[in-house]
């Protein structure tokens, strides 16, 4: 298959139309979409929206579980030039009042409810909190229900836009030029606030073509994808290496191995996109013997060697590693699914077309030789910058203009990298990384803490678990601190383990400074 000649999103969906129009595209839930049905279906909303008066740049954002409605709204808002805002799915109020305000989302499309989660509640508390929320305008509603009070049914987008013409539309999409932002995705940094990171159209669709290069993906593949659609992994990488191949997505709503398992069987799917705890989750799951999932070829995913080898024992015996993060296009380095077992389970590849990728000593700038371990740096598919924040920008760049990682790792004679840990205190939790920063914040938030301190510990199942350290000033228990947490925080951000301590037993240099990588040790 050929590289596509598309240069954005919405031109993609447009030439994989006209190639496979009558193949299947997407399957989530009762919905089966061809290649041509996708198009109209996005087609119709991006109509709705231009009628709403969403012009190119304007930001609007979409909360839901992964379902096909996701990705008909988030290419209708490339398609216009918008800027798609993914916002996370566990976010509290104050998160999620935070990522429509520092994003000045003008428009929100979102389901009623998502598991036991009641958004319209959640959106009701938002608006109730600090943040500016002025920008917004509707909120649409995808919902079996009554509609919430202030919004409106999603179906009301779509018909607002039935005297929209084609050639509006056309026209429209005739303006965005690859160079243009497709989507803003909020991530965790070393910073209490997650930063917005700006992704380009053209990017998404040459990285993540190499990305399906590497895994050899073919256009009758078809990908199990239960990694939510918010995330990095879900909507730039796993989305975009597939669709750019003509392959096919089989949407789960939400991640339960039980699921997973009869829609890999059902679907005959080939392509496993997933974290360490997914592949835990299926191994450990008692219908896996009972279960055809023989279909499964080649995956992309994360962690240790051990748990790279733990998803090929599963059943997927063209398992890769992958690296990246969200500011570099979901990876920019990965194995090549034909690579022995060895290089695709202890090495992260070689970097992908596009990237150089370079190893220097982080405090020099000097670039290392092979087999010495420094700070990975990258330039290439990169972010062009964290939305409104300059600083943060600059501070993300060197002198020569390679993208700081916060990464240790090296390579060897032959090219291949080697992952070896974080400079940064970032924290990764089931493959999604947390700011500790920003938990601490909620922690000292609290009158009785003095001092908070969160770390990551090792863990079998989900990489690392989120911890706490406190200093206190007066008496508190673990479980009010905890609850804290649980009203301000994400579910997984919250501390599984809050260990108190005193002044005298922190562990500090001899100079007076916190040995933070040390703080482990109170955990036994």
């Given at each position: 298959?050929?590289?596509?000649?598309?240069?954005?999103?919405?031109?993609?969906?447009?030439?994989?139309?006209?190639?496979?129009?009558?193949?299947?595209?997407?399957?989530?839930?009762?919905?089966?979409?061809?290649?041509?049905?996708?198009?109209?279906?996005?087609?119709?909303?991006?109509?709705?929206?231009?009628?709403?008066?969403?012009?190119?740049?304007?930001?609007?954002?979409?909360?839901?579980?992964?379902?096909?409605?996701?990705?008909?709204?988030?290419?209708?808002?490339?398609?216009?030039?918008?800027?798609?805002?993914?916002?996370?799915?566990?976010?509290?109020?104050?998160?999620?009042?935070?990522?429509?305000?520092?994003?000045?989302?003008?428009?929100?499309?979102?389901?009623?409810?998502?598991?036991?989660?009641?958004?319209?509640?959640?959106?009701?508390?938002?608006?109730?909190?600090?943040?500016?929320?002025?920008?917004?305008?509707?909120?649409?509603?995808?919902?079996?229900?009554?509609?919430?009070?202030?919004?409106?049914?999603?179906?009301?987008?779509?018909?607002?836009?039935?005297?929209?013409?084609?050639?509006?539309?056309?026209?429209?999409?005739?303006?965005?030029?690859?160079?243009?932002?497709?989507?803003?995705?909020?991530?965790?940094?070393?910073?209490?606030?997650?930063?917005?990171?700006?992704?380009?159209?053209?990017?998404?669709?040459?990285?993540?073509?190499?990305?399906?290069?590497?895994?050899?993906?073919?256009?009758?593949?078809?990908?199990?994808?239960?990694?939510?659609?918010?995330?990095?992994?879900?909507?730039?990488?796993?989305?975009?290496?597939?669709?750019?191949?003509?392959?096919?997505?089989?949407?789960q709503e939400h991640f339960?191995?039980?699921?997973?398992l009869r829609l890999i069987?059902?679907?005959?799917?080939?392509?496993?996109?997933?974290?360490?705890?997914?592949?835990?989750?299926?191994?450990?799951?008692?219908?896996?013997?009972?279960?055809?999932?023989?279909?499964?070829?080649?995956?992309?995913?994360?962690?240790?060697?051990?748990?790279?080898?733990?998803?090929?024992?599963?059943?997927?015996?063209?398992?890769?590693?992958?690296?990246?993060?969200?500011?570099?296009?979901?990876?920019?380095?990965?194995?090549?699914?034909?690579?022995?077992?060895?290089?695709?389970?202890?090495?992260?590849?070689?970097?992908?077309?596009?990237?150089?990728?370079?190893?220097?000593?982080?405090?020099?700038?000097?670039?290392?030789?092979?087999?010495?371990?420094?700070?990975?740096?990258?330039?290439?598919?990169?972010?062009?910058?964290?939305?409104?924040?300059?600083?943060?920008?600059?501070?993300?760049?060197?002198?020569?203009?390679?993208?700081?990682?916060?990464?240790?790792?090296?390579?060897?004679?032959?090219?291949?990298?080697?992952?070896?840990?974080?400079?940064?205190?970032?924290?990764?939790?089931?493959?999604?990384?947390?700011?500790p920063a920003e938990i601490?914040?909620?922690?000292?938030?609290?009158?009785?803490?003095?001092?908070?301190?969160?770390?990551?510990?090792?863990?079998?199942?989900?990489?690392?678990?989120?911890?706490?350290?406190?200093?206190?000033?007066?008496?508190?228990?673990?479980?009010?601190?905890?609850?804290?947490?649980?009203?301000?925080?994400?579910?997984?951000?919250?501390?599984?383990?809050?260990?108190?301590?005193?002044?005298?037993?922190?562990?500090?240099?001899?100079?007076?400074?916190?040995?933070?990588?040390?703080?482990?040790?109170?955990?036994?």
């Amino acid at each position: 298959m050929l590289m596509p000649k598309a240069k954005t999103a919405m031109a993609l969906i447009e030439e994989m139309a006209l190639r496979y129009p009558e193949r299947e595209a997407l399957i989530g839930g009762d919905a089966r979409y061809s290649w041509i049905e996708f198009r109209t279906a996005v087609r119709g909303l991006a109509k709705g929206l231009h009628a709403a008066g969403i012009q190119r740049g304007d930001k609007v954002a979409i909360l839901m579980g992964n379902r096909p409605e996701w990705l008909i709204a988030d290419f209708a808002i490339m398609a216009l030039g918008g800027v798609m805002v993914a916002v996370n799915t566990w976010s509290t109020a104050r998160e999620l009042a935070y990522q429509l305000s520092h994003s000045e989302t003008r428009l929100l499309i979102m389901s009623d409810r998502f598991l036991k989660r009641d958004y319209a509640a959640l959106m009701q508390e938002a608006l109730a909190t600090e943040y500016d929320l002025a920008s917004l305008g509707r909120i649409y509603c995808l919902t079996d229900g009554a509609v919430p009070k202030g919004m409106y049914p999603l179906e009301s987008l779509q018909q607002l836009g039935e005297n929209i013409t084609d050639i509006e539309i056309d026209a429209m999409q005739d303006t965005v030029t690859g160079d243009d932002i497709a989507c803003l995705l909020y991530t965790s940094g070393s910073t209490a606030l997650p930063k917005g990171v700006l992704l380009q159209h053209f990017a998404l669709i040459e990285n993540m073509w190499a990305i399906g290069e590497r895994l050899h993906l073919r256009t009758d593949d078809r990908l199990w994808l239960a990694v939510s659609l918010f995330w990095g992994l879900g909507c730039e990488n796993a989305l975009f290496a597939i669709w750019s191949h003509g392959a096919a997505i089989v949407l789960q709503e939400h991640f339960d191995a039980g699921e997973a398992l009869r829609l890999i069987e059902a679907e005959r799917c080939t392509v496993f996109y997933g974290t360490p705890n997914m592949t835990l989750a299926l191994t450990e799951h008692p219908d896996l013997v009972s279960r055809d999932i023989s279909s499964l070829r080649v995956g992309a995913t994360l962690g240790s060697p051990e748990q790279i080898r733990c998803l090929v024992d599963l059943g997927v015996p063209e398992a890769c590693q992958i690296y990246g993060l969200t500011e570099t296009y979901g990876n920019c380095s990965i194995n090549d699914a034909h690579d022995t077992l060895v290089h695709r389970s202890e090495t992260i590849g070689k970097p992908l077309p596009g990237n150089d990728m370079i190893i220097v000593d982080d405090e020099t700038d000097a670039r290392l030789p092979p087999g010495e371990i420094g700070e990975i740096r990258l330039k290439g598919y990169v972010t062009p910058g964290y939305y409104k924040d300059p600083e943060k920008t600059a501070e993300a760049f060197d002198e020569n203009g390679y993208f700081r990682t916060g990464d240790l790792g090296f390579y060897d004679a032959d090219g291949y990298f080697y992952f070896r840990g974080r400079t940064k205190e970032m924290i990764k939790t089931g493959g999604i990384n947390v700011s500790p920063a920003e938990i601490e914040e909620v922690l000292l938030s609290h009158d009785a803490v003095e001092l908070a301190y969160v770390i990551g510990l090792k863990d079998t199942r989900r990489d690392e678990i989120v911890v706490a350290v406190i200093v206190a000033r007066s008496a508190v228990e673990e479980q009010e601190l905890r609850t804290l947490c649980l009203d301000a925080l994400a579910a997984y951000k919250v501390p599984r383990q809050i260990k108190f301590t005193s002044h005298g037993e922190l562990p500090l240099t001899s100079t007076g400074k916190l040995q933070k990588n040390r703080l482990k040790e109170l955990f036994g």
